[in-house]
């Protein structure tokens, strides 16, 4: 195959908007998928040629639409026959509501009775068919002409027949209003001449009104198609923000971490130790405001005077040790210088303690 023959990708990207958007399930092709495959352009192009836009191949299309118009066909006829069936039923009924009416003429009871007659007959006889008579017994033992016997005369029927078009007309008439007052509640006012010439109108009105809703069906489709194709873009761009995100985040932050811990740390570290040293401040301030220059110096002296107190008691204590040491020996003599080793050296213990608490109130 000659290179020529190959899709640029300004066609490929054509052939993505033009024929996967419309033939194709969605699909996400991008420029960089056509320029890896360049006989998947030409693929798509033509089988766009064999397909039709719902997907279909052209000979499953024309058979599709030929099916579609037979069912068309065949729904009319049996819609004609269904609606002159109720219209005719509806009649009845509308008939029976209205016995207890005395304004009801002879006239028209025999019509009614004529049609009611009528009816039951020709849908008894629809029962009998041509595989019934063989292989069903006949129903009540009866035969079709044993129906048809029950017919109403001919001429009560030509009768019925001859009315019977101008109350259908009137009835699907006045249907035609109904509809049409509910499609345009303000027809409800109009005369039935202009109501007549609406409803002559109406079906190309519903008809444009359904091909809006087509449109507005299609044009939905194509929003959908390009909803997703978007969403996947935005799904893409965000994939790759997400891999620049983590790209910074290993490169940036987290080489730079270790460095703001320790940066973090001094900072804390400093802050601690000022901290400290603020507690001692205010601590010596305290001290300060609460021990005067003139409450020091007598607490100087008084410190003196109890130290050289302590010691005039310890050198007497020692005396009194010495002279123990000689007395020793002595009964009652002795007993009575314990006595006052004893008293020395307690006087000598509590001023000692009167000097330790001086000293810790001074500090």
Same mark, same amino acid.
């Given at each position: 195959m000659a290179s020529g023959d190959f899709c640029s990708p300004g066609e490929g990207m054509e052939i993505l908007q033009q024929v996967c958007s419309k033939q194709f399930p969605p699909c996400n092709l991008r420029e960089e998928d056509l320029l890896q495959n360049p006989y998947f352009s030409k693929l798509l192009l033509s089988l766009s040629q064999h397909m039709d836009e719902s997907g279909l191949s052209l000979i499953l299309a024309k058979e599709q639409a030929q099916a579609w118009k037979d069912i068309r066909l065949h729904k009319t006829t049996w819609l004609r026959s269904e609606i002159l069936q109720r219209v005719i039923q509806e009649l009845l009924v509308d008939y029976y509501v209205k016995t207890q009416d005395t304004n009801l003429t002879s006239e028209d009871k025999k019509f009614h009775e004529t049609l009611e007659q009528r009816l039951l007959v020709t849908e008894l006889t629809h029962l009998f068919g041509p595989s019934q008579e063989r292989e069903i017994p006949p129903l009540l033992g009866l035969e079709k002409a044993d129906l048809l016997e029950l017919m109403p005369p001919s001429e009560d029927f030509v009768r019925m027949?001859?009315?019977? +078009?101008? /109350?259908?007309? /009137? +009835? #699907?008439?006045?249907?035609?209003? *109904?509809?049409?007052?509910?499609?345009?509640?303000?027809?409800?006012?109009?005369? /039935? *001449?202009?109501? &007549?010439?609406?409803?002559?109108?109406? &079906?190309?009105? #519903?008809?444009?009104?359904?091909?809006?809703?087509?449109?507005?069906?299609?044009?939905?489709? /194509?929003? #959908?198609?390009? #909803?997703?194709?978007?969403? &996947? *873009?935005?799904?893409?761009?965000?994939?790759?923000?997400?891999?620049?995100?983590?790209?910074?985040l290993q490169e940036h932050r987290l080489k730079t971490q270790s460095e703001l811990d320790r940066i973090n740390a001094q900072y804390l570290e400093i802050k601690c130790s000022a901290m400290i040293l603020k507690l001692r401040m205010e601590e010596l301030k305290i001290l300060s405001d609460t021990y005067t220059a003139e409450k020091v110096e007598v607490h100087r002296l008084i410190r003196d005077r109890l130290e050289g107190a302590i010691r005039l008691q310890e050198q007497d204590m020692e005396k009194s040790r010495q002279v123990l040491n000689t007395y020793e020996v002595l009964g009652e003599e002795f007993d009575r210088l314990v006595k006052e080793y004893t008293q020395l050296k307690q006087a000598t213990e509590n001023k000692r303690w009167a000097l330790q608490e001086f000293n810790k109130a001074y500090h």
């Open positions: 027949r001859a009315r019977l +078009q101008l /109350e259908v007309e /009137e +009835q #699907l008439k006045r249907k035609c209003f *109904t509809l049409l007052c509910y499609h345009d509640p303000n027809s409800d006012a109009d005369s /039935e *001449t202009l109501k &007549a010439a609406k409803v002559w109108k109406l &079906a190309e009105v #519903l008809v444009g009104e359904k091909q809006q809703c087509q449109d507005a069906k299609s044009q939905q489709k /194509e929003q #959908l198609v390009l #909803l997703e194709k978007k969403s &996947a *873009t935005y799904s893409q761009v965000l994939l790759r923000c997400l891999a620049l995100l983590q790209r910074l």
